[in-house]
Protein backbone atom coordinates (compact mmCIF):
# COMPACT_ATOMS: atom_id res chain seq x y z
CA UNK A 1 0.00 0.00 0.00
CA UNK A 2 1.16 3.92 -0.56
CA UNK A 3 2.56 5.58 2.46
CA UNK A 4 0.93 8.21 4.08
CA UNK A 5 2.11 10.99 6.26
CA UNK A 6 0.33 11.97 9.66
CA UNK A 7 -0.13 15.34 9.77
CA UNK A 8 1.68 17.23 13.01
CA UNK A 9 -0.52 18.69 15.83
CA UNK A 10 -0.84 22.71 15.22
CA UNK A 11 2.25 23.62 16.86
CA UNK A 12 4.33 21.37 14.95
CA UNK A 13 2.30 22.91 11.96
CA UNK A 14 3.52 25.91 13.13
CA UNK A 15 6.88 25.84 13.39
CA UNK A 16 7.25 24.55 9.90
CA UNK A 17 5.53 26.94 8.27
CA UNK A 18 7.83 29.12 9.82
CA UNK A 19 10.58 27.58 8.89
CA UNK A 20 9.60 27.19 5.36
CA UNK A 21 7.79 30.27 4.75
CA UNK A 22 9.24 34.42 4.43
CA UNK A 23 7.21 36.92 5.23
CA UNK A 24 5.78 38.54 2.75
CA UNK A 25 8.15 40.19 -0.14
CA UNK A 26 8.21 43.68 -0.53
CA UNK A 27 5.20 44.73 1.50
CA UNK A 28 1.69 43.35 2.18
CA UNK A 29 0.59 46.17 -0.49
CA UNK A 30 2.88 44.41 -3.24
CA UNK A 31 1.63 41.42 -2.66
CA UNK A 32 -1.75 42.82 -3.13
CA UNK A 33 -0.94 43.58 -6.38
CA UNK A 34 0.68 40.63 -7.12
CA UNK A 35 -2.77 38.72 -6.19
CA UNK A 36 -4.86 40.91 -8.06
CA UNK A 37 -2.55 40.58 -11.22
CA UNK A 38 -2.39 36.60 -11.06
CA UNK A 39 -6.34 36.81 -10.60
CA UNK A 40 -6.39 38.51 -14.28
CA UNK A 41 -4.21 36.01 -14.92
CA UNK A 42 -6.93 33.25 -13.87
CA UNK A 43 -9.58 35.06 -14.99
CA UNK A 44 -9.00 36.15 -18.15
CA UNK A 45 -8.20 32.76 -19.93
CA UNK A 46 -11.04 31.28 -18.31
CA UNK A 47 -13.47 33.88 -19.35
CA UNK A 48 -12.20 32.82 -23.35
CA UNK A 49 -12.43 29.66 -23.20
CA UNK A 50 -16.33 30.20 -21.70
CA UNK A 51 -16.89 32.44 -24.80
CA UNK A 52 -15.23 30.13 -27.26
CA UNK A 53 -17.88 27.41 -27.88
CA UNK A 54 -20.15 29.93 -29.17
CA UNK A 55 -17.36 31.44 -31.09
CA UNK A 56 -16.21 28.56 -32.54
CA UNK A 57 -20.01 27.66 -33.45
CA UNK A 58 -20.18 31.26 -35.17
CA UNK A 59 -16.84 30.16 -37.59
CA UNK A 60 -14.12 32.45 -35.12
CA UNK A 61 -12.01 29.61 -35.71
CA UNK A 62 -9.66 28.98 -38.56
CA UNK A 63 -7.30 25.48 -38.96
CA UNK A 64 -3.91 28.08 -38.66
CA UNK A 65 -5.51 29.20 -35.27
CA UNK A 66 -5.78 25.55 -33.67
CA UNK A 67 -2.19 24.95 -35.01
CA UNK A 68 -0.69 27.61 -33.97
CA UNK A 69 -2.43 26.95 -30.67
CA UNK A 70 -1.04 23.27 -30.19
CA UNK A 71 2.12 24.06 -31.31
CA UNK A 72 2.54 26.87 -28.48
CA UNK A 73 1.20 24.46 -26.49
CA UNK A 74 3.48 22.13 -26.91
CA UNK A 75 6.66 24.19 -26.84
CA UNK A 76 5.40 26.33 -23.24
CA UNK A 77 4.62 23.09 -22.06
CA UNK A 78 7.51 21.21 -22.53
CA UNK A 79 9.34 24.32 -20.91
CA UNK A 80 7.57 23.84 -17.88
CA UNK A 81 7.96 19.88 -18.09
CA UNK A 82 11.26 19.19 -18.91
CA UNK A 83 12.73 22.83 -17.87
CA UNK A 84 11.15 24.34 -15.00
CA UNK A 85 10.32 20.44 -13.72
CA UNK A 86 12.24 17.21 -14.46
CA UNK A 87 15.57 20.32 -14.91
CA UNK A 88 15.35 23.09 -12.35
CA UNK A 89 13.79 21.98 -9.93
CA UNK A 90 15.01 17.90 -9.57
CA UNK A 91 18.35 17.85 -12.31
CA UNK A 92 17.25 14.82 -14.39
CA UNK A 93 19.62 15.79 -16.54
CA UNK A 94 22.84 18.59 -17.13
CA UNK A 95 22.74 20.84 -19.87
CA UNK A 96 24.37 23.16 -21.73
CA UNK A 97 23.79 26.76 -20.85
CA UNK A 98 22.11 27.90 -23.58
CA UNK A 99 19.88 24.49 -23.29
CA UNK A 100 19.82 25.99 -19.86
CA UNK A 101 18.46 29.20 -20.70
CA UNK A 102 16.20 28.29 -23.37
CA UNK A 103 14.22 25.81 -21.06
CA UNK A 104 13.79 28.48 -18.53
CA UNK A 105 12.43 30.81 -21.40
CA UNK A 106 10.15 28.43 -22.68
CA UNK A 107 9.04 27.86 -19.14
CA UNK A 108 8.49 31.56 -18.30
CA UNK A 109 6.40 31.72 -21.41
CA UNK A 110 3.66 28.82 -19.99
CA UNK A 111 2.90 32.08 -17.63
CA UNK A 112 2.87 29.89 -14.93
CA UNK A 113 5.09 32.14 -12.79
CA UNK A 114 8.99 33.08 -12.63
CA UNK A 115 11.37 30.40 -12.64
CA UNK A 116 12.82 30.64 -9.31
CA UNK A 117 9.35 30.97 -7.53
CA UNK A 118 8.23 28.14 -9.42
CA UNK A 119 10.90 25.90 -8.46
CA UNK A 120 11.03 27.08 -4.66
CA UNK A 121 7.51 26.14 -4.75
CA UNK A 122 8.05 23.12 -6.31
CA UNK A 123 10.98 21.43 -4.61
CA UNK A 124 8.86 22.45 -0.91
CA UNK A 125 6.40 20.47 -2.22
CA UNK A 126 8.44 17.52 -2.55
CA UNK A 127 10.17 18.29 0.95
CA UNK A 128 6.72 18.04 2.27
CA UNK A 129 4.17 16.45 -0.14
CA UNK A 130 1.20 15.88 1.86
CA UNK A 131 1.64 17.22 5.08
CA UNK A 132 2.35 20.16 6.81
CA UNK A 133 4.32 22.97 5.13
CA UNK A 134 3.22 21.38 1.25
CA UNK A 135 2.04 24.36 -0.30
CA UNK A 136 -0.47 23.01 -2.49
CA UNK A 137 -1.33 19.68 -0.76
CA UNK A 138 -5.31 18.48 -1.37
CA UNK A 139 -5.36 16.67 1.91
CA UNK A 140 -4.26 20.04 3.84
CA UNK A 141 -8.48 20.19 5.23
CA UNK A 142 -9.19 16.14 6.28
CA UNK A 143 -11.11 13.67 4.59
CA UNK A 144 -14.78 13.83 3.60
CA UNK A 145 -16.57 15.28 0.81
CA UNK A 146 -16.36 18.87 2.22
CA UNK A 147 -13.30 19.17 3.29
CA UNK A 148 -11.71 16.91 0.09
CA UNK A 149 -13.78 19.54 -2.00
CA UNK A 150 -11.84 22.48 -0.41
CA UNK A 151 -9.03 20.80 -0.77
CA UNK A 152 -8.65 20.27 -3.97
CA UNK A 153 -9.89 23.75 -4.50
CA UNK A 154 -7.06 24.84 -2.71
CA UNK A 155 -4.76 22.08 -4.20
CA UNK A 156 -5.64 23.13 -7.88
CA UNK A 157 -5.68 27.01 -7.73
CA UNK A 158 -6.58 28.04 -4.68
CA UNK A 159 -2.61 28.26 -2.78
CA UNK A 160 -1.55 30.41 -5.67
CA UNK A 161 -3.29 33.40 -4.37
CA UNK A 162 -0.76 33.56 -0.54
CA UNK A 163 0.81 36.45 0.60
CA UNK A 164 3.18 34.21 2.14
CA UNK A 165 5.89 32.79 -0.25
CA UNK A 166 8.49 29.89 -0.20
CA UNK A 167 11.53 30.43 1.41
CA UNK A 168 14.04 30.81 -1.65
CA UNK A 169 16.75 31.01 0.35
CA UNK A 170 16.38 27.70 1.81
CA UNK A 171 15.28 25.91 -1.40
CA UNK A 172 16.91 27.06 -4.91
CA UNK A 173 20.22 28.73 -3.36
CA UNK A 174 21.61 26.95 -6.77
CA UNK A 175 19.44 29.45 -8.87
CA UNK A 176 19.87 32.65 -6.53
CA UNK A 177 23.64 32.24 -7.57
CA UNK A 178 23.10 31.78 -11.05
CA UNK A 179 22.92 34.80 -12.47
CA UNK A 180 21.44 34.14 -16.06
CA UNK A 181 18.71 32.19 -14.24
CA UNK A 182 18.72 35.55 -12.66
CA UNK A 183 18.03 37.56 -15.74
CA UNK A 184 15.01 35.44 -16.96
CA UNK A 185 13.22 35.58 -14.04
CA UNK A 186 12.94 39.47 -13.76
CA UNK A 187 11.94 39.33 -17.66
CA UNK A 188 8.88 36.99 -16.46
CA UNK A 189 7.08 39.92 -17.18
CA UNK A 190 7.79 40.81 -21.12
CA UNK A 191 8.44 36.37 -21.87
CA UNK A 192 4.60 36.47 -21.08
CA UNK A 193 3.44 39.23 -23.34
CA UNK A 194 5.66 38.07 -25.63
CA UNK A 195 3.91 34.64 -25.05
CA UNK A 196 0.26 35.91 -25.67
CA UNK A 197 1.51 38.53 -28.25
CA UNK A 198 3.08 35.76 -30.68
CA UNK A 199 0.00 34.12 -32.28
CA UNK A 200 -1.63 37.56 -32.42
CA UNK A 201 1.73 38.07 -34.63
CA UNK A 202 1.65 34.98 -36.20
CA UNK A 203 -1.69 35.56 -37.22
CA UNK A 204 -1.57 39.15 -38.89
CA UNK A 205 0.94 36.88 -40.69
CA UNK A 206 -0.42 33.63 -41.88
CA UNK A 207 -4.10 35.94 -42.44
CA UNK A 208 -2.34 37.57 -44.59
CA UNK A 209 -2.21 40.84 -42.87
CA UNK A 210 -5.80 40.96 -41.59
CA UNK A 211 -7.94 41.99 -38.38
CA UNK A 212 -9.45 38.93 -37.66
CA UNK A 213 -7.15 36.14 -38.37
CA UNK A 214 -4.73 38.31 -35.86
CA UNK A 215 -7.65 38.54 -32.96
CA UNK A 216 -8.15 34.86 -33.91
CA UNK A 217 -5.37 33.71 -33.07
CA UNK A 218 -4.86 35.55 -30.00
CA UNK A 219 -8.24 34.33 -28.77
CA UNK A 220 -7.26 30.34 -29.32
CA UNK A 221 -3.71 30.29 -29.37
CA UNK A 222 -2.89 32.96 -26.49
CA UNK A 223 -5.84 32.84 -23.96
CA UNK A 224 -7.11 29.33 -24.67
CA UNK A 225 -3.78 28.27 -24.83
CA UNK A 226 -3.12 29.51 -21.65
CA UNK A 227 -6.11 28.37 -19.83
CA UNK A 228 -5.78 24.25 -21.07
CA UNK A 229 -2.32 24.78 -20.05
CA UNK A 230 -2.84 26.04 -16.84
CA UNK A 231 -5.19 23.89 -15.49
CA UNK A 232 -3.86 21.12 -16.67
CA UNK A 233 -0.56 21.58 -14.68
CA UNK A 234 -2.62 22.36 -11.79
CA UNK A 235 -4.38 19.31 -11.97
CA UNK A 236 -1.48 17.47 -11.36
CA UNK A 237 -1.24 19.59 -7.75
CA UNK A 238 -4.59 18.46 -7.41
CA UNK A 239 -6.63 15.64 -8.96
CA UNK A 240 -3.11 13.71 -9.37
CA UNK A 241 -2.84 13.39 -5.61
CA UNK A 242 -6.47 12.29 -5.21
CA UNK A 243 -7.58 9.98 -7.65
CA UNK A 244 -5.88 7.60 -10.05
CA UNK A 245 -4.19 4.54 -9.55
CA UNK A 246 -0.57 4.10 -7.54
CA UNK A 247 1.22 1.05 -8.61
CA UNK A 248 4.77 2.41 -6.66
CA UNK A 249 5.85 3.13 -2.73
CA UNK A 250 5.73 6.41 -2.09
CA UNK A 251 5.42 8.83 0.98
CA UNK A 252 2.35 10.71 -0.01
CA UNK A 253 -0.40 10.24 -1.92
CA UNK A 254 0.58 10.92 -5.37
CA UNK A 255 -1.73 8.87 -8.02
CA UNK A 256 -0.98 8.15 -11.78
CA UNK A 257 -4.22 9.75 -14.18
CA UNK A 258 -3.85 8.15 -17.41
CA UNK A 259 -6.54 10.77 -19.23
CA UNK A 260 -4.20 13.54 -18.23
CA UNK A 261 -1.21 11.78 -19.62
CA UNK A 262 -1.23 13.17 -23.38
CA UNK A 263 -1.82 16.97 -22.66
CA UNK A 264 0.39 16.55 -19.05
CA UNK A 265 3.30 15.69 -21.43
CA UNK A 266 3.81 12.38 -19.35
CA UNK A 267 3.42 14.59 -15.74
CA UNK A 268 -0.02 12.90 -15.02
CA UNK A 269 2.50 9.44 -14.16
CA UNK A 270 2.77 11.66 -11.01
CA UNK A 271 2.90 8.41 -8.76
CA UNK A 272 5.93 7.15 -10.07
CA UNK A 273 7.29 10.57 -10.15
CA UNK A 274 7.20 10.80 -6.54
CA UNK A 275 8.27 7.45 -5.66
CA UNK A 276 11.65 8.21 -7.83
CA UNK A 277 11.68 12.13 -8.24
CA UNK A 278 15.16 13.05 -9.79
CA UNK A 279 13.96 10.11 -12.89
CA UNK A 280 14.15 11.80 -16.20
CA UNK A 281 11.10 9.39 -17.25
CA UNK A 282 7.62 9.28 -15.33
CA UNK A 283 5.93 6.86 -17.36
CA UNK A 284 8.11 3.72 -17.41
CA UNK A 285 5.74 1.17 -17.33
CA UNK A 286 4.05 -0.49 -20.52
CA UNK A 287 1.74 1.88 -23.01
CA UNK A 288 2.44 4.75 -20.29
CA UNK A 289 3.39 7.55 -22.96
CA UNK A 290 5.29 10.20 -21.91
CA UNK A 291 6.46 12.88 -24.67
CA UNK A 292 8.62 14.68 -21.87
CA UNK A 293 11.23 11.96 -21.51
CA UNK A 294 11.12 11.83 -25.05
CA UNK A 295 12.04 15.07 -25.83
CA UNK A 296 14.57 14.48 -23.55
CA UNK A 297 16.13 11.33 -25.45
CA UNK A 298 16.71 13.34 -28.44
CA UNK A 299 18.04 15.54 -27.12
CA UNK A 300 20.56 13.70 -25.28
CA UNK A 301 21.54 12.06 -29.10
CA UNK A 302 22.01 15.42 -30.47
CA UNK A 303 24.34 15.73 -27.00
CA UNK A 304 22.48 19.05 -25.85
CA UNK A 305 22.04 17.79 -22.01
CA UNK A 306 24.20 14.97 -20.50
CA UNK A 307 24.38 12.76 -17.49
CA UNK A 308 20.71 11.74 -17.91
CA UNK A 309 18.70 9.94 -14.86
CA UNK A 310 16.92 6.97 -16.49
CA UNK A 311 15.39 4.37 -14.07
CA UNK A 312 16.71 0.83 -14.70
CA UNK A 313 13.95 -2.24 -14.25
CA UNK A 314 16.13 -3.03 -11.23
CA UNK A 315 14.67 0.43 -9.75
CA UNK A 316 11.39 0.52 -11.56
CA UNK A 317 10.89 -2.90 -10.15
CA UNK A 318 12.05 -2.56 -6.50
CA UNK A 319 9.34 1.04 -6.27
CA UNK A 320 6.37 -1.32 -7.44
CA UNK A 321 4.16 -2.15 -4.75
CA UNK A 322 3.98 -5.79 -5.07
CA UNK A 323 7.96 -5.57 -4.58
CA UNK A 324 7.49 -3.99 -1.08
CA UNK A 325 8.01 -6.69 2.02
CA UNK A 326 4.88 -7.76 3.73
Known sequence: MTA???????AARGRVAEAVLQAVPGSMWKARVEQVSLLSVVLGPLAAVAAAVPLA????????????????????????????????????????QWVRVTLAVLGSMAIEGPVKR???????????????????????????????????????????????????????????????????????????AVSLGLPALLGYVFSGFTLAGTLQAFFWGGLVRVFLLHHVTWSVNSICHVFGSAPFRTRDRARNVWPLAVISMGESWHNLHHSDPTSARHGVLRGQLDTSARLIRWMEQLRLVHDVRWPSPQRIAARLVSAAPA
Open 4 to 10: TLDVPPA
Open 57 to 96: WGHFVHWRDLVIAVVLYAVTGHGITVGFHRYFTHGSFKAR
Open 118 to 192: WVADHRRHHAFSDGAGDPHSPHRYGAGFWPMTKGLFHAHVGWLFDAEQTNQKRFIPDLLEDKAIRVVDRLFAPLA
